[in-house]
């Protein structure tokens, strides 16, 4: 079991509107990490602002895309930081472009604590084809879909 690059890697995100940016993200954390703990924004911590699922639904979609793996938890995020700033068996971090700045915070916390920093694995935004990001905001605007496809 031991095959992998990291033994635990974090990963978070508000994770609405799943789609394939979503994808690319926790499927590298799931090539590099034997466990995987995927946080995702609480209702009460901003998942709730605008047209976003709530969470409980957020979480399910994510269970239910990984149903093969077995390696993973998921959890309910109530701060930016979860548990990365007092569980000394992550590894590693996983982020997006957008998300970097927080897994920079994050270690200087656990620095700050005496525990080792995390390695930060940044993947770059997938895009949609016109050519931006694929995102959940764009999504719920109507400007393309969890694919990345234009909608007319």
């Known amino acids: 079991m031991n095959s992998k690059k990291y033994s635990k890697v974090a990963v978070g995100g508000t994770f609405d509107k799943f789609h394939d940016g979503h994808k690319k993200l926790l499927t590298t954390a799931f090539e590099l990490g034997n466990q995987i703990e995927i946080g995702v ?67 200087e916390i656990r620095i700050s604590k005496g525990m080792k920093p995390l390695d930060i694995v940044v993947v770059s935004f997938v895009l949609a084809y016109d050519g931006n990001p694929i995102s959940s905001t764009r999504i719920r605007r109507g400007e393309i879909n969890q694919k990345g496809n234009v909608v007319e």
């Open 41 to 107: 924004t609480s209702d009460a911590f901003g998942g709730l602002k605008g047209d976003i699922d709530p969470c409980k639904e957020r979480m399910s979609n994510l269970k239910a895309f990984f149903s093969d793996k077995s390696d993973f938890v998921v959890i309910p995020l109530n701060d930016p930081y979860g548990t990365t700033i007092y569980d000394e068996d992550f590894d590693a971090i996983v982020v997006s472009e957008e998300t970097e700045p927080t897994a920079v915070e994050i270690n």
